[in-house]
């Protein structure tokens, strides 16, 4: 009777150690994120820190000082939103230089508007479109089929190794203490690259960036002697991937018990691989909280007045303001 139970014993304990190994970690996060992306109405919020380095040997101090500006950069944001409705409010603040900025947009419906940092000001950016004959698509900077198709393209990256399954993690959040399941995936330098190229051939083709970025960059500047266009952007980036070591890249997503991925965070390290290149290293990290998935949500939108609110036909001047904003800094 005693070897009976040993042999049941043995054979339970291997049957055990089969099922841990053959969990489905990939599978399980996989059906997280798609569960997550398709959310209808929320809140978000994200903290980001980024630390950069530079080789200044050829640089003169007066362009020293201005890089210095850069060396330490964080953020943070809050999002309300409900699709369905076509409202959100983004609530975002940068910090670069020692100066902090807020940067507020509002959208409701066919209305977006824009609160301008320093002089705390609005911009209806729905009518300044609506002047080259565009009265769709300004609250979407990136198309859905190129968001769908990168995130087919994260997923398609991993390999069942890449995904840990962790431990159960009790969180808190607006919507109180949550249960969580932690899940850590850890991508090599070649894959994170590899990542890299074919989300920029999917952005090469993406209509709305394309257009979001010509409407928002200073691209005819005389002051701006280099080409920034951005089919010029994006052949740089391909072009110096090469010149850069990307380490310790490591994510982790926390599930709670409805399969809805809560908590994020993302942290790597970028180092140069060519000394002639200014930036010497680059360190990131973004930590990212959702809640109030899929209940109703208030909107406060601000009343917008003669007196707050910038003159469109003199949106001319908008450009100048910011670079002021920045000579400033």
């Known amino acids: 009777m005693k070897k009976i139970l040993i042999v049941i014993l043995a054979l339970a304990l291997i049957i055990i150690t089969l099922t841990a ?4 970690n990939l599978g399980q996060y996989k059906k997280a994120l798609e ?12 903290e980001m820190s980024v630390k950069l380095d530079f080789n200044t040997d050829e640089m003169s101090q007066e362009d020293i000082r201005e890089i210095n500006n850069f060396k330490e950069m964080s953020g943070s944001f809050n999002i309300v939103f409900d699709d369905e409705a076509e409202k959100a409010i983004f609530r ?13 947009m509002f959208i409701n419906g066919e209305e977006a508007v824009m609160k301008l940092p320093v002089i705390g000001k609005y911009i209806k950016i729905s009518e300044m479109q609506q002047t080259d004959g565009d009265t769709k698509g300004y609250n979407q900077m990136i198309s859905d089929d190129t968001m769908k198709q990168a995130a087919e393209k994260w997923i398609g990256l991993m390999k069942e190794e890449d995904v840990f399954k962790g431990k159960d993690i009790i969180i808190t959040t607006p919507d109180g203490d949550v249960k969580t399941t932690e899940y850590t995936i850890i991508l090599s330098n070649e894959q994170i690259k590899e990542l890299i190229l074919e989300i920029i051939e999917i952005a090469s083709e993406d209509d709305k960036l394309r257009s979001f970025y010509n409407e928002n960059v200073i691209i ?3 002051d701006i002697d280099v080409d920034i266009s951005f089919d010029k952007v994006l052949k740089n980036i391909k072009d110096n991937i090469d010149k850069f070591e990307i380490e310790n890249f490591k994510y982790t997503a926390l599930v709670d018990i409805d399969g809805y991925i809560v908590n994020e965070n993302l ?32 909107f406060n939108f601000p009343v917008l007045t003669e007196e707050n609110t910038l003159d469109t036909e003199n949106s001319e001047d908008i450009p100048s303001l910011m670079e002021d904003l920045f000579k400033n800094n």
């Open 267 to 298: 942290t790597y390290s970028i180092k140069s691989a060519d000394e002639e290149i200014t930036l010497k290293s680059a360190e990131y990290n973004l930590d990212v909280k959702n809640w109030d998935i899929n209940k109703e949500q208030t």
């Open 220 to 222: 005819n500047n005389d």
């Open 21 to 24: 190994c053959n969990t489905d």
């Open 35 to 46: 569960k997550t992306n398709q959310i209808k109405k929320g809140q978000s919020s994200g």
């Open 92 to 104: 975002n603040y940068f910090n670069f230089g020692g100066l902090g900025y807020d940067f507020d």
